[in-house]
């Protein structure tokens, strides 16, 4: 049975979840966000998320060691800020996401490592604003041999921490390698 039902999550509450599982049962449920008349509140601006990125520490010896500040500060911070983190992180990768940004990895060989693509965006956006913005507007100037995958972690980690929990998270923008449409359809021209 395929159906789809409208709430509004003023109207979620224990006894609409148990009429919805009364009369669907075990079904597999899909919830997106219909966004008219919703204005997502900021609760972390950009300069907060750049503010923590500047946590990370450089001077330890393990990556462990290198995010556990990250981590501890952005763990004391509201649910929100967490959700909103790993968002605007997302958005961030997915901007660098872009085939002028992986031409320097194509040149060095016919195959394009999708997780090293992304590993990379992660050191661009670690090592903080001023080098994620010199990159984003130079695609030239990406570098070929830093990754920081660890930073992928950072919001599930200080989730875990804060509740005890295991964070249930879809970023509001994929990361993924190839997943940014418009920036790799102009690789032809570039």
Not at 30 to 54: K, Q, R, T
Not at 109 to 118: A, C, Q, R, T
Request: with cysteine; net charge negative; charged share 25%.
């Amino acid at each position: 049975m395929e159906g789809t039902i409208s709430l509004h999550t003023r109207d979620l509450n224990p006894d609409a979840i148990k009429a919805i599982q009364e009369r669907f049962g075990d079904a597999q449920l899909e919830i997106s966000i219909n966004s008219d008349g919703f204005a997502e509140e900021e609760v972390l601006s950009n300069s907060e998320f750049w503010a923590l990125i500047e946590q990370l520490d450089w001077e330890a010896e393990t990556s462990n060691e290198v995010v556990s500040n990250l981590v501890e500060v952005l763990s004391e911070l509201p649910i929100g800020n967490i959700y909103q983190f790993a968002d605007k992180l997302a958005r961030y990768l997915w901007q660098l996401d872009t085939y002028r940004h992986a031409k320097g990895f194509l040149e060095h060989g016919d195959y394009l490592s999708v997780d090293e693509f992304l590993y990379a965006r992660c050191a661009v956006v670690a090592n903080g604003q001023e080098v994620y913005e010199e990159i984003l507007n130079s695609p030239e100037e990406m570098p070929l041999d830093l990754t920081f995958e660890e930073l992928l972690y950072m919001a599930e980690a200080a989730y875990l921490k804060k509740t005890g929990e295991e964070m249930v998270y879809r970023p509001l923008f994929n990361y993924e390698t190839y997943s940014n449409k418009e920036g790799w359809d102009n690789s032809i021209d570039a």
